[in-house]
């Protein structure tokens, strides 16, 4: 069941850029909440933008407007560098995201966290930003220092694994159950419990089509893109190339 006090909140806010001609930003988003902004955002007749601070971000912010859309450096997200020394232990996401939430933060105040290599990279609120750069010591038992980013121009290449496998069709249900390991009949029923989400969407039909690029979430399991679809093999499947994200 959807939180009620969540959609209230969001419909005021979408409610008043349309009134104000303002530009009204919401916290971070999960893709279940972002989905239900999106419905608001159709329902009241105010345009939207999503933004994570990086593309490809699985955890948003929505942007209600009314003329104008708010400009790349408009957005309240400042990107935050965590660094430690390798040699004494590398904290992984569940540590940093740990630690973040010892300091008594929110988690919607939160964006993604981005592993690198000897770093990590975070998307806060400006406020939170400053805080955590100020205050975060350690994660997972590793000595940690922070830095406001300028840019994230550094931002490592996604963690992950290209696999190349073959569907019956390029439908939904074919990519979701070739993805996550599944069969036909559970990624079916995933689909129709709406935890896959299309391109950021919650998407109930089994029969989508899914073009080339596009990314699949499966909640609770992870994501993956369709990086290529690279033709018909001799015995009527398509041959794809997936990309993984993760470990």
Avoid at 15 to 21: Q, S, W
Avoid at 44 to 63: F, P, W
Wanted: aromatic letters at 8%.
């Amino acid at each position: 069941m959807e939180d009620e006090f969540f959609l209230r909140r969001v419909r005021e806010l979408a409610l008043r850029a349309l009134h104000r001609g303002d530009v009204v930003y919401t916290h971070f988003l999960d893709l279940a909440q972002a989905q239900a902004v999106g419905r608001i955002a159709r329902e009241t007749g105010v345009s939207l933008a999503m933004n994570g601070g990086y593309a490809d971000a699985e955890r948003r912010m929505a942007a209600f407007y009314g003329a104008d859309a708010p400009a790349e450096g408009d957005w309240p997200i400042c990107p935050v560098r965590i660094v430690w020394r390798p040699q004494f232990g590398s904290p992984g996401h569940r540590d940093i995201l740990g630690a973040l939430m010892g300091l008594g933060f929110e988690r919607e105040r939160i964006g993604d966290i981005v592993l690198d290599e000897g770093c990590a990279w975070l998307f806060a609120e400006p406020e939170m930003a400053s805080y955590i750069a100020g205050s975060l010591e350690s994660a997972g038992r590793v000595n940690v220092r922070c830095e406001i980013a300028k840019d994230v121009s550094a931002l490592p290449e996604p963690e992950g694994r290209h696999v190349r496998d073959t569907v019956p069709s390029m439908r939904l249900d074919a990519l979701v159950a070739a993805g996550f390991s599944l069969s036909r009949a559970e990624a079916a029923r995933a689909i129709g419990q709406g935890k896959v989400y299309l391109n950021q969407a919650q998407t109930l039909r089994t029969d989508a089509a899914v073009p080339e690029n596009a990314l699949i979430s499966l909640r609770g399991k992870g994501r993956f893109r369709l990086e290529a679809v690279e033709g018909e093999t001799r015995k009527g499947r398509w041959a794809v190339r997936l990309f993984l994200y993760g470990d």
